[in-house]
């Protein structure tokens, strides 16, 4: 498999890949040609199998985070090492690898060596290329955004969603419970099957007054909010006095500017993440991957899988993951 690659490589030097020019809506997404890029010392090239699909591209598709452009979309995949930099040390052509990182829409992603991960053996490439960005995100904010204590209440939003499943998971088997808020009957059943205690299904049920009605009218320890605009004000009202509201993302919207005085009342904590800055030295990035592959090899956690696309349909898994209908992980498969 290999030595045809690389001569795939070397023969034609361009790959596919799903770029924009201009950000915008789905329609500005591009499926073409580009250069196959070329590794430096320090990286590696890894032939891509699965990459995942975040929410975060969207945001850097549609505007709501700024890129330099002509820009490749896709911040995390699995594969095989093709080439290696003169100084890299910790991988070798033919490892399996997960990373996360930049453009990774491609059949080929030029990788900083350092953010580059052994796969061990039995780990499946579409596992690792699902498990990376999402349960790194809940990991990190469950360990060290809201250290999550047994006894405690954890509301979370959006309960059946790539984070918010894997989030139910972890808070369960930290001992808390987890009151989930999702939009459907459906995804209520599957939150539920996924270690949450209660989920309030909120198109037909009023947030505040459920959390107040499991709470003893006290509120929730820590609410952990990947919804945004349309529920920041829910999240505020819902976190109990000295407790955390951590607010992790846009899929409604950013939320607007707030005046600090809202954290005064109840001596709130808040915090405003991005799992990039968990990860900044090498020694952090190590220990938050092997705890959460750790949590995999012990079926802590189970991974959900929705749907698998084709590089040429990543619109579609755009307008998917933008539609509210999808429940855990997208991923798009690689076939060159
Ligand atoms: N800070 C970080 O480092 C970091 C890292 C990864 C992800 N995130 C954030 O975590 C959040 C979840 O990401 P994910 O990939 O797991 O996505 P997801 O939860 O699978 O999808 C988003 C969910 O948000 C809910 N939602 C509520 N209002 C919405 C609206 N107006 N439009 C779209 N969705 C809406 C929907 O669930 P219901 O139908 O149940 O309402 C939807 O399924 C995103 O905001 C993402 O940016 C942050």
Known sequence: MLPSLIRTMSTTNKMKAVYVNEQGDVDKLIYSDIPIPKVNENSVLVKNRFVGVNYIDTYQRDGTYPVSLPFTLGREGAGDVVEVGSNVKNVEVGDRVVYL??????????????AVERLSEGVKYEDAAAIGIQALTAWTMVRDGYQVKKGDTILVHAAAGGVGLLLCQMIRHLGAT???????????????ENGADHVIVYTRENVVERVNEL????GCHAVLDGVGKSTWDDSLAC?????????????????????????TAKNLKLMRPQLFAYLATREESQKWWSEVFDLLAKKVIKLHIHKIYDLENAKQAHIDIQSRKTTGKLLIRLRS
């Open 101 to 114: 990182g930049g453009s990774t829409y491609a059949d080929y992603t030029n990788v900083p060596a350092e």
């Open 215 to 218: 709470t003893n009218n006290l």
């Open 178 to 192: 987890v009151i989930g808020t999702v939009s459907t009957d459906e995804k209520a059943t599957l939150a539920r």
């Open 239 to 263: 976190t109990r006095r000295l407790g955390t509201l951590i607010s992790f993302g846009n899929a409604s919207g950013v939320v607007p500017p707030i005046k600090i005085q809202c954290l």
